[in-house]
């Protein structure tokens, strides 16, 4: 079996990988992730998704890449990681009654050949009062997820409904692609060991 690489730093992306129990290692691909002007949130997770990939292709050509990013928009406002409290209270209150679009891009790639899929989840927030957005971040503190909520915690509580093909989308690795794309490289998690 060729070595696998997942091409980014989040814990969340190396949990969602181990579920499959194959091994791999982790390399951050050190990318600007930026949008560039007028770049469409579904364009710009494409884009950072390939990237990822092909940065960390460049670095260990003899094995499978696994670029994957995520992008939520409000409207046409792209959400972010929030990085403090006040910015996790901000997006929570414009978020609160209104639907959030999440685009997942996977990109898994080995030497020139490369796989795509774009994954659309679709999520409604419920009403929230202020008072509930800040007892949720006293519990979960999601600094560092787009949107400011841990969709596999305590914030699946925010939410009236998540509209998805795969509920590993919205936590920021597609599986059920993942593992097909991998299947199409000669890797079944499922095979017998031999």
Same mark, same amino acid.
């Given at each position: 079996m060729p070595p696998i690489v997942l091409a980014s730093s989040s814990t969340y992306r190396k949990a969602l990988l181990a579920r499959l129990l194959l091994p791999f290692t982790t390399v951050s691909p050190e990318i600007d992730e930026r949008a560039l002007p007028h770049e469409q949130p579904k364009a710009l997770c494409e884009r950072l998704s390939r990237t990822k990939a092909n940065v960390i292709s460049g670095q260990f050509p003899d094995a499978i890449i696994i670029g994957s990013d995520q992008v939520a928009a409000l409207g046409t406002h792209l959400l972010g990681k929030p990085g403090n409290r006040a910015a996790a209270i901000e997006q929570l209150s414009n978020a609160s009654g209104q639907q959030v679009d999440f685009f997942t891009g996977l990109c898994v790639q080995k030497g020139s050949r490369q &796989? !795509? #899929? /774009?994954? #659309? +989840?679709?999520? @409604? !927030? @419920? +009403? /929230? +009062? &202020?008072l509930e957005i800040n007892h949720y971040l006293d519990l979960e503190q999601p600094w560092d997820c787009a949107g400011s909520f841990k969709v596999e915690g305590l914030g699946i509580c925010l939410f009236d409904s998540v509209q998805s093909t795969d509920p590993t989308d919205l936590i920021g690795l597609p599986l059920i692609a993942l593992s097909r794309f991998l299947r199409e490289f000669g890797v079944n998690p499922l095979a017998e060991p031999t």
């Open positions: &796989l !795509f #899929h /774009l994954a #659309h +989840t679709q999520v @409604r !927030f @419920r +009403t /929230l +009062t &202020l």
